[in-house]
């Protein structure tokens, strides 16, 4: 059986706000090899960034993620990465959000 290498990142991350309440967070596909994406989060509330989270995967060959139940009057900022059975590539990041 042959391993795969590990995928390469996503290129080309960044989000469209569709609602108050919802986040597109889109890529570009890179890799051939990824069997899933990770998607994390990291939420600005009056000018403190809170930590990392993961907060949802999407297939391979996915080329977004939508994340919703968010609160306007926030700043979010996300990361996505490919991962397969070898690893998860970098992090790729999107520019920062703000929500209404």
């Known amino acids: 059986m042959t391993v795969p290498v590990v995928p390469a990142a996503p290129t080309a991350v960044g989000t469209t706000v569709l609602a108050p309440t919802q986040i597109r967070v889109g890529w ?14 990291s939420v600005s509330i009056a000018g403190v960034w809170g930590a990392w989270a993961d907060v949802g995967n999407a297939a391979a060959n996915a080329t977004g993620y939508t994340n919703t139940g968010l609160t306007g009057g926030r700043v979010y900022a996300y990361r996505v990465k490919a991962c397969n059975v070898s690893g998860c590539s970098a992090w790729a990041a999107a520019p920062h959000r703000s929500l209404p």
Do not use: K, L
């Open 28 to 41: 570009t596909d890179a890799s051939t090899t990824e069997t899933s994406f990770t998607v994390s989060r």
